[in-house]
């Protein structure tokens, strides 16, 4: 009987770590969702800037010099905002979950793709305002 009783809490142990484990890959998908969005925006605001600012210097549309500009930054900084909301979004829930066991998992490479496109969108808000870069 005290047999039966081991081999119970080590299935009840294996099921809690296999449910730990699902909800961080769960975490980690909904961060990549955060990350595709974010993305999108950001390379979508790059793209119309350029676009539009290539037709206004071409004349061939009626609009103000600085609208380029304006739409382009608004896209690229919604898209930063959004990665970081992901970002926290993902922190505050693996710090609610792991607490003080967050050293025993790795970060996924979602989150640092993460900051990485996060630091990419800040280089094309640069890129936007200083002309750093040949974009």
């Known amino acids: 009987m005290y047999e039966i009783q081991i081999n119970s809490s080590r299935h009840a142990n294996r099921r809690a770590d296999w449910a730990l484990k699902t909800t961080l890959i769960m975490l980690e998908k909904s961060l990549m969702v955060w990350l595709r969005l974010g993305i999108w925006l950001i390379v979508f605001g790059f793209t119309v800037f350029k676009l539009l600012l290539g037709l206004v210097e071409r004349g061939t549309v009626l609009m103000r010099p600085e609208t380029p500009r304006n739409v382009g930054v608004f896209l690229i900084l919604l898209g930063l905002f959004l990665l970081g909301v992901g970002i926290k979004d993902y922190r505050n829930s693996e710090k609610m979950l792991l607490g003080g066991l967050k050293h025993l998992y790795a970060a996924p490479?979602?989150?640092?793709?993460?900051?990485?496109?996060?630091?990419?969108?800040?280089?094309?808000?640069?890129?936007?305002?200083?002309?750093?870069?040949?974009l």
């Open 109 to 134: 490479f979602a989150l640092a793709a993460t900051y990485v496109f996060f630091l990419t969108g800040l280089f094309l808000l640069l890129n936007i305002f200083f002309g750093i870069g040949d």
